[in-house]
């Protein structure tokens, strides 16, 4: 991961810090931050302050070997039939990557999980830090991630599409107004999702967690989108 930091440092930046929103590897360098200013890799902070304290006993950067029988299959849409196989695209994920000890954890992909997992975790978000008595986050901290960081010459922003009613915090989609952006949520609710179609938001308001655990690549139905809606 340090390696990796030190090569991007030598790329000319995109554009000027603070005059556009880019989806980028942000993650990793706040990871490798992570390492510097604990004096531990990465994974082994992950461990010892988030995984264990929340008990999030399948959670990590690989899956043991008593356990690949539980890796999730990975799936793709066919739009023209309706029919659904083996994810078979770019880029290749193969599950016997994740049997092998990784040398590089990154910040922004690459943890493996289970919904009961990430679940203990966003319950964590919205109880403001806090999770059956176990503290990770401070109040204040939670409330400061979880508001738009965007000054509002850059929105709306996205990438591809920008798309309005909401806004970006420390690593978290914000909810600025619903009915921009088409979404049954309170104002200030906040969450992400991943490429195969995975989701989780938090409703503070509503004290609401919702997650799902799709692994569909390339998606283009409305299931998401329905979930919150059914919810």
Do not use: C
């Amino acid at each position: 991961l340090e390696d990796k930091i030190k090569e991007l440092a030598q790329f000319p930046l995109i554009f000027q810090p603070g005059t556009r929103w880019n989806y980028s590897v942000a993650a990793d360098v706040s990871a490798h931050l992570v390492q510097v200013l604990s004096g531990m890799s990465f994974d082994t902070f992950l461990q010892e302050k988030i995984f264990d304290p929340l008990d999030m006993t399948d959670t990590g950067f690989y899956v043991p070997q008593d356990k690949a029988n539980r890796l999730a299959a990975l799936y793709e849409h066919n739009p023209e039939d309706g029919s659904f196989r083996r994810y078979q695209g770019e880029p290749d994920i193969p599950d016997d990557d994740y049997t092998v000890t990784t040398r590089t954890p990154m910040g922004g992909h690459g943890l493996v999980s289970t919904t009961e997992d990430y679940m203990k975790f966003a319950q964590m978000l919205v109880n403001e830090g806090e999770l059956e008595g176990t503290h990770i986050l401070s109040r204040k901290t939670v409330e400061y991630m979880t508001m738009n960081h965007l000054k509002p010459e850059l929105m709306p922003y996205g990438n591809p599409i920008p798309e309005y009613g909401r806004g970006f915090g420390l690593g978290f989609e914000v909810i600025l107004d619903p009915a921009l952006k088409g979404v049954m949520q309170s104002i200030g609710s906040f969450g992400w999702g991943g490429a195969a179609a995975t989701n989780f938001w938090v409703d503070p308001k509503e004290e609401l967690v919702g997650i799902i655990m799709t692994q569909l690549m390339n998606n283009m139905l409305s299931f998401q989108s329905d979930f919150r809606v059914l919810t």
